[in-house]
């Protein structure tokens, strides 16, 4: 029998970082399986939470509260598109949402912006049509402006034994609580990366749902580096025996920032996998990261294999990173469950060894940075998008002036850099 | 003509506290090594272990939990002691280090090009390194593949000092610091590893201080003095022929009876 485990909650966090007020144990209120916590799509069931709440302890209640009152708005993010042949998008009201299937809100953020968006032009529904390869990436962009709330949802169909990979940008200035609904048909293969590359005064809470059809293979990656405040609660279930499940997420948090994800993988039918990998930078004064990853096997999923892990590098002083796996196991019938979770400062040894090599310290630096996040930004499986969050992964780092000698783009360094290293593209 | 010159050195380490207790405060390791390394000579530091060898060998190239109290490192007559760790590397010195650190996510390739890049201040003609990358890993016995492995990760221990030879051949630099380069390789993998440095040696007429607990590895690389280091000073210093006698006799008669 491979590792069975009931894991304790457990946190890690920057050394000599006071706990948050919001995390004493005395206060929480208690919950005893994840399994209970509330799923309805009737805002009423959603009091205001307090911030003591077990799902809002982490979360500085003050500066998402905007995304918490009960109030229409007509305000909505410019959507630029780039849609596949075969491929569409249109707008349905949120009555059609819940009939397809989408799962229910999970907390008041989620619920407000069910309830909310048929106000705000309606919830927009792409549609991958079944037994068809989409070679191109479907894009999304959405792009905030203003301060005004915004409700938002994005359904996804995804049509059994389809292929694609679906890519979600987020950037500017925005208040928004948004719903990604994503229904993906048996056999599919989908690949869907949710970017949040906000402006530094967005405030943006979102729930994610993904439902994996029988025999599907599903890859979610969210990479989360802009943003005041960004909460991100991604829920997992199955919709038959066979699915696949990899969960990526990269987040990069500076001085100021808070950043938050959140993972249920219910594992509510037998013969899943789910394998969640989520990896953060933390930089600054009072940056700070939350990790949750809540796993459950339910009794008639047998055959599960699932396998968690977070890790943390602070790269400075005063971050905080908050990391909490928990596996909760109702069968012994599972191939293996195991989770992992390790927040680390800097290793000076490895900077060592590479400016031992000559290497300068600020591109050491960033060696040892871009290499953490590596493993996981070349599994997305756009090259270009690769690029593009390998340069964005510099731009954070060269943010906090920890990038010492040259600019991220500096000619002579850059062809070296390329994360593939494949020295027949680097160099061209 | 290069010249590595170390004069009187003493260098501590700060002893982190254990147990709670306080912190013991800086503990002398070095107390008072002088050596002249040239180009294309070979000197071989022999000492039991504990003697203070690799901290003469990360002193000198910088690692920041050595503290220099006192004397000085000097490379052509530049102060080493003022440059930064990578400043040192770009000035000409190489540490093969006992123990190669894992930099998870960075690969071979990736490393030893940025690393050429940094030591030559360009980055090298794609097609020459390319070549002179291949022909080196196939002199040294590795696996073309090795290049896209992440850097000492899993690497076995003759793997990882295979690895420390092959970024002494393709940096080149002028004096090279080899600590305990020998240790943990069959002897196989002993004269693979050797040859290497031999060539290195040859190609640049390399000077080479080399760190060694054991006389086997003399073998294959001839020393032209060796030296025997115990308790953080050389103790004696004599040609090959003392590391004969050390062989023969051990370190006994140099340490303090007890
Ligand atoms: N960072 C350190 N902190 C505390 N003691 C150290 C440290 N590095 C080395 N020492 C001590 O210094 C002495 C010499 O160590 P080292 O230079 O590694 O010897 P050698 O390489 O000859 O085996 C040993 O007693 C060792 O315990
Ligand atoms: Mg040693």
Not at chain 1, 420 to 427: E, H, L, M, Q
Not at chain 2, 231 to 247: K, S
């Amino acid at each position: 029998m491979p590792l069975l485990e009931k894991a304790s909650r457990q946190r890690e966090a920057g050394e000599g970082m006071p706990p948050a007020p919001t995390q004493g144990s005395v206060t929480t209120v208690p919950e005893k399986s994840r399994a209970e916590r509330r799923a309805s799509f009737d805002v009423a069931d959603f009091p205001m939470p307090t911030g003591r709440e077990e799902d809002w302890r982490f979360t500085p209640m003050d500066r998402i509260g905007t995304l918490l009152r009960d109030t229409p708005s007509g305000a909505h993010l410019a959507v630029d598109t780039e849609l596949p042949p075969g491929v569409t998008l249109t707008s349905i009201p949120s009555a059609r949402a819940r009939a397809l299937g989408v799962p229910a809100p999970q907390d008041r953020a989620a619920v407000l912006a069910f309830a909310h968006t048929d106000h705000s032009g309606g919830v927009m529904h792409l549609q991958i049509p079944a037994d068809t390869v989409i070679a191109d990436p479907v894009r999304i962009r959405l792009v905030g402006s203003h301060s005004e709330r915004v409700w938002g949802h994005l359904v996804i169909s995804v049509g059994a034994h389809s292929n694609v990979t679906i890519v979600v940008s987020h950037e500017g200035t925005a208040r928004l609580s948004e719903m990604v609904s994503t229904l993906v048909g048996d056999g599919a293969q989908c690949t869907l990366v949710s970017l949040q590359e906000w402006s530094s005064d967005t405030i943006h809470a979102a729930q994610h749902d993904v439902v994996v059809g029988r025999d599907a293979s599903v890859r979610h990656v969210a990479v989360t580096l802009g943003g005041q405040v960004v909460r991100m609660s991604t829920n997992i279930t199955y919709a038959g025996p066979g699915g696949s499940v990899e969960a990526f997420g990269v987040y990069f948090a500076d001085a100021g920032q808070h950043l938050e994800h959140r993972l249920f993988v219910d594992h509510n039918a037998p013969h899943c996998q789910s394998h969640v990998e989520y990896k953060g930078a933390l930089q600054g004064d009072s940056a700070h990261t939350v990790w949750v990853g809540d796993v459950l096997i339910r009794a008639s999923a047998e055959g599960t294999q699932t396998y968690e892990l977070n890790r943390n590098l602070l790269l400075t002083d005063g971050a905080r990173a908050d990391s909490v796996p928990n596996l909760e196991i109702e069968t012994g019938q599972i191939l293996g469950a195991g989770h992992a979770s390790a927040t680390g400062r800097f290793d000076d040894e490895q900077l060592f060894y590479l400016q031992a090599r000559g290497i300068p310290e600020g591109e050491a630096r960033r060696l040892v940075v871009r290499g953490f996040f590596a493993d996981i930004i070349n599994r997305i499986p756009v090259a270009e998008l690769q690029g593009h969050l390998m340069q964005a992964v510099e731009r954070e780092l060269a943010g906090a002036g920890l990038a010492e000698v040259g600019t991220p783009d500096e000619p002579t360094l850059t062809a070296t850099l390329t994360p593939t290293s494949d020295p027949r593209t680097a160099d061209r | 003509m290069t010249v590595l010159e170390i004069r009187d050195l003493h260098v501590s380490v700060d002893v982190p506290a254990t147990g709670g207790g306080e912190a013991e405060g800086p503990k002398e390791i070095l107390r008072g090594v002088d050596l002249t390394v040239r180009s294309g000579e070979t000197h071989a530091i022999m000492g039991p272990n504990g003697s203070g060898k690799s901290t003469l060998a990360y002193s000198i190239a910088g690692h920041p939990k050595y503290h220099v109290t006192s004397g000085t490192v000097t490379l052509d007559g530049e102060d080493l002691l003022a440059m930064s760790v990578d400043e040192r590397a770009r000035a000409g010195l190489f540490l093969a280090m006992q123990y190669p650190v894992e930099v998870p996510g960075v690969t071979v390739s990736n490393f030893l090009r940025t690393a050429k890049t940094a030591m030559d201040g360009q980055a090298p003609k794609l097609r020459t390194w390319v070549k002179e990358f291949r022909a080196a890993m196939d002199a040294l016995k590795m696996d073309p593949a090795f290049a896209e492995r992440n850097v000492n990760e899993g690497f076995s221990g003759g793997e990882k000092k295979r690895h420390e030879v092959l970024q002494l051949e393709m940096l080149r630099p002028k004096i090279a610091l080899l600590d305990e380069t020998d240790s943990g390789l069959d002897v196989d993998a002993l004269r693979v590893v050797s040859e290497g440095v031999n060539r290195a040696k040859e190609a640049d007429d390399l000077g080479i201080l080399l760190i060694t607990h054991y006389t086997r590895i003399l073998r294959y690389i001839r020393p032209d003095f060796v030296h025997v280091f115990v308790d953080g000073r050389i103790v004696e210093q004599g040609g090959p022929e003392l590391a004969d006698q050390l062989e023969a006799h051990g370190y006994d008669r140099f340490l303090a009876p007890a």
